[in-house]
């Protein structure tokens, strides 16, 4: 696994990481480092206040940057944003299949089972179902590939359990290395091609515009020769 922790930004309210795949935001599992953790006892170490607060998630399997608070004040002020999709998030994802149009919007409804930790395309009408909805624009497709594979940046307009992977794999573009969802997959843990490459949201005490950018680093990506001229999120 490589850095475990990578701080971008960091100030008294709150600090901005990007998360390598591989690590879980928050877990119970004894003697399994997380992200939480992992912040907890970099504080520790410079003998500041060890306090963190999750705002919004990242998958386990999943890189990219996510945002913590380092106060209650400032956790609520964030995970409000959160909530109510005022937080600026765009996704680059490695998805199988050459797509029909490069660009244009996703629509579903997805149920989720929270004990078998899946998510799956319902109708409308049915019971506990919540719309989800994103944009996506083709960047880069490799067709020498098998399958093969296009680079697609994906802004999201809700914010659902495994949404991106779930919508994806319905439309018959499965991430890359999503073991749960493409059934391409090799067996055995792999990095799925997903990172969130943009965060955008209002700093919780002063209310200034902050937005942060990163380019993926795991494993998912580096076989992939991306065009960066094609790169405008």
């Known amino acids: ?35 939480v953790s992992l912040l907890r006892n970099y504080f520790s170490a410079k003998g500041e206040d060890t306090s963190i607060f999750v705002v919004h998630r990242l998958d386990q399997p999943v890189e990219g940057l996510i945002v913590f608070a380092r106060s209650q004040k400032a956790a609520a002020e964030l995970s409000r944003q959160s909530r109510e999709h005022h937080m600026d998030k765009c996704y680059m994802a490695l998805t199988e299949g050459i797509f029909e149009t490069p660009c244009g919007v996703m629509e579903h409804y997805l149920l989720r089972d929270g004990k078998a930790n899946f998510s799956r395309v319902v109708s409308k009408d049915t019971p506990k179902a919540k719309l989800a909805k994103l944009s996506y624009e083709v960047k880069q497709t490799w067709k020498e590939k098998d399958p093969a594979v296009s680079l697609v940046c994906v802004k999201l307009e809700t914010g659902r359990h495994h949404q991106i992977r779930v919508q994806m794999m319905h439309a018959g573009h499965p991430l890359v290395g999503d073991k749960k969802y493409n059934p391409n997959c090799q067996t055995g ?41 094609n790169e405008q999120y």
């Open 189 to 229: 843990y792999l990095p799925v091609g997903l990172c969130s490459i943009k965060i955008g949201f209002c700093h919780p005490k002063d209310g200034r515009k902050m937005e942060f950018m990163v380019e993926p680093q795991g494993e998912a990506f580096q076989d992939m020769s991306v065009d960066r001229k």
């Open 1 to 35: 696994m490589r850095e475990k922790i990578k701080i971008i930004y960091v100030d008294e309210e709150l600090v901005v990481c990007h998360k390598m795949p591989g690590i879980p935001v928050q877990t119970q599992r004894a003697g399994q480092k997380d992200m």
